[in-house]
């Protein structure tokens, strides 16, 4: 089945710094979803990138998915305080998700 | 709008004993899936109900069974606990079939301690 590995694991960073997770795999991916879990909290969808090449941007975030489809980035501009938490990217497949292990985002304020 | 709710919130049981988590979809969902959550991993597929039947099970052994009702809610069922089960349980539901968006909402989870 569809594996993904996501690296960093973990990731400190100073409040306004820039971050940036990235999701890879051997196969080519039919689309990629990421999800934000806050600590204590459950997945909440963030966006879902089905393109080739293709390019999201939510205010400070950016999501990438590479052109042959086989990785993708999450890239998160003059962190702040209230983005603490573990970014997951996830594979939809066959009716389920397949998740990455997480990069876990911590912020000195 | 309730979005996905799940029962209990937690839960403590000693090894060999049974439990039933419940969850109930977010209005207009049909799909229920359920996830295990290890501390400091990601969620891993148990298995996906819809028209109150398993449509996809991910690699758990038979321990772990489930239910869905014809309003859409569903139970996840564990049996014989094992130490390695304490973990946090998700729910998540889907749109219905056909539609074009694979989004999936997740509940608060039920945190199972097994002692």
């Known amino acids: 089945g569809q594996q993904v590995m996501q690296i960093p694991q973990y990731q400190h960073v100073q409040e306004g710094e820039d971050f940036t997770t990235y999701c890879n795999s051997s196969t080519t991916l039919s689309n990629i979803q990421w999800y934000k879990q806050r600590p204590g909290g459950h997945p909440v969808f963030l966006i879902q990138?089905?393109?080739?090449?293709e390019v999201k941007k939510q205010k400070r975030l950016t999501f990438q998915f590479g052109e042959a489809k086989k990785n993708s980035s999450l890239h998160i501009t003059a962190t702040q305080t209230t983005d603490v938490g573990t970014y997951f990217c996830a594979v939809q497949g066959a009716q389920k998700l397949v998740f990455g292990q997480g990069t876990r985002l911590t912020i000195n304020p | 709008d309730a979005g996905v709710t799940q029962s209990p919130t937690h839960l403590i049981k000693t090894r060999g004993q049974q439990v039933t988590l419940r969850c109930s979809p977010k209005s207009g969902h049909d799909t229920v899936s359920w996830y295990q959550q290890a501390l400091g991993q990601g969620p891993q597929f148990i298995f996906q109900?819809?028209?109150?039947?398993?449509?996809q099970r991910g690699n758990f052994p038979d321990r772990f069974s489930g239910h869905q009702f014809p309003n859409y809610s569903s139970e996840l069922n564990v049996n014989a606990l094992l130490l390695g089960d304490s973990a946090l349980y998700l729910c998540?539901?889907?749109?219905?079939?056909?539609?074009?968006?694979?989004?999936?909402?997740f509940g608060p989870g039920t945190r199972l301690t097994v002692l």
């Open positions: 998540a539901s889907s749109r219905p079939r056909g539609s074009s968006y694979n989004e999936q909402f």
């Open positions: 109900y819809y028209e109150e039947e398993e449509r």
């Open positions: 990138l089905v393109k080739s090449g």
